[in-house]
Nanobody, 113 residues
């Protein structure tokens, strides 16, 4: 199983980014897919999850600003991030969970003016 994140970068406060997590070796619709993030000096935190039944949940700090979605045809999960704040700056990781977990390599998101 391989997960490859992309879409990170530098954005101004209030801006938007869409992260992608392309999965190979496993059908992501058959797994719980999550986005986590880790800022320097802080613990990794859950950002969003989409279940096999397409239920979603979000961390309190991103509710109302971020959405998670899945394109089964592309075997890809997305994280749409709107109204970005400097405190959203972190490395964002994709996680696939079935009977075991798999992680991507991460993509850097920097929110700064």
């Amino acid at each position: 199983v391989q997960l490859v994140e992309s879409g990170g970068g530098l954005v101004q406060p209030g801006g938007s980014l869409r992260l992608s997590c392309a999965a190979s070796g496993f059908t992501c619709s058959r797994a719980a897919m999550s986005w986590y993030r880790q800022a320097p000096g802080k613990a990794r935190e859950l950002v969003a999850t989409i279940t096999t039944g397409s239920r979603t949940n979000f961390g309190d700090s991103v509710k109302g600003r971020f959405t998670i979605s899945r394109d089964n045809a592309k075997n890809t999960v997305y994280l749409q991030m709107n109204s970005l704040k400097p405190e959203d700056t972190a490395v964002y990781y994709c996680r696939l969970w079935t009977s075991q977990e798999y992680w991507g390599q991460g993509t850097q998101v920097t929110v700064s003016s």
